[in-house]
């Protein structure tokens, strides 16, 4: 079974707060990844990380923004939640190698008024 | 770019029927394929993976998956459903350990009782 976690689970949080949504994995895997995910179901890449110290923008342009200083840690960030970023966050992690599936944490639902 | 096509976003079917959950990509390189299923509330869980070798691939709860590089597809079958089969299933591709999956925009599989 997979080792990655997400917290929190769920956030219900007011316009102009700050907010991490944390993810962490157990496995070692120097890669890891956020999806935002519409209500629809669609996943859409926002960032990813290679390794330590190393993060990339994903195909769907967002306000919000990673870290990666500890290989087990990927938080992501927004400085100002706005209703628009209501969704549910997504973390998944994979291994080093070529072609090795990505595994998912449960999420983060957030929902900002 | 990498893209996905899930043909179908809803599809209802009888307990104990078979269902085919339609997948579609494009690339011109070598592609890997996963599919994967997300139960409410929950994150992705990998379904099964076509790296490689034969093009008939069979994964957990009884899925099944078959790769023809000819039409570029990578259908999900499952000879009989149960309730509990109910889900959103994702079809996602790579063509490289160092690119992130894409996945397609899902299918709602229903099962009725």
């Known amino acids: 079974e997979a080792d990655i976690y997400q917290t929190p689970r769920y956030l219900v949080i007011g316009t102009g707060k700050k907010i991490t949504l944390e993810c962490s994995q157990t496995?070692?895997?120097?890669?890891m990844y956020w999806y935002q995910q519409d209500p629809g179901m669609e996943l859409h890449l926002i960032h990813y990380s290679y390794g330590v110290n190393s993060t990339e923008k994903g195909d769907l342009s967002s306000e919000s923004t990673v870290s990666r200083i500890r290989t087990e840690h990927f938080p992501l960030t927004l400085e100002s939640a706005r209703p628009s970023h209501t969704s549910q966050y997504l973390c998944?992690?994979?291994?080093?190698?070529?072609?090795?599936?990505?595994?998912f944490g449960q999420g983060t639902r957030l929902t900002v008024v | 770019a990498q893209s996905v096509t899930q043909l179908d976003s809803q599809v209802p079917v009888f307990e104990e029927a078979p269902v085919e959950l339609r997948c579609n990509y494009s690339?011109?390189?070598?592609?890997?394929l996963f599919w994967y299923v997300q139960y409410p509330n929950q994150g992705l869980q990998l379904l099964l993976k076509y790296l490689s070798g034969s093009t008939l691939v069979k994964g957990i709860n009884g899925f099944e998956a078959e790769f023809n590089k000819s039409q570029t597809s990578f259908h999900l079958r499952k000879p009989s459903v149960h309730i509990s089969d109910t889900a959103e299933y994702f079809c996602?591709?790579?063509?490289?350990?160092?690119?992130?999956?894409?996945f397609g925009k899902g299918t709602r599989l229903s099962v009725i009782a």
């Open positions: 998944a992690s994979s291994a080093p190698s070529l072609n090795t599936e990505a595994f």
């Open positions: 496995m070692g895997h120097d890669k």
């Open positions: 690339s011109s390189v070598s592609v890997y």
């Open positions: 996602a591709v790579t063509n490289s350990g160092n690119t992130p999956l894409v």
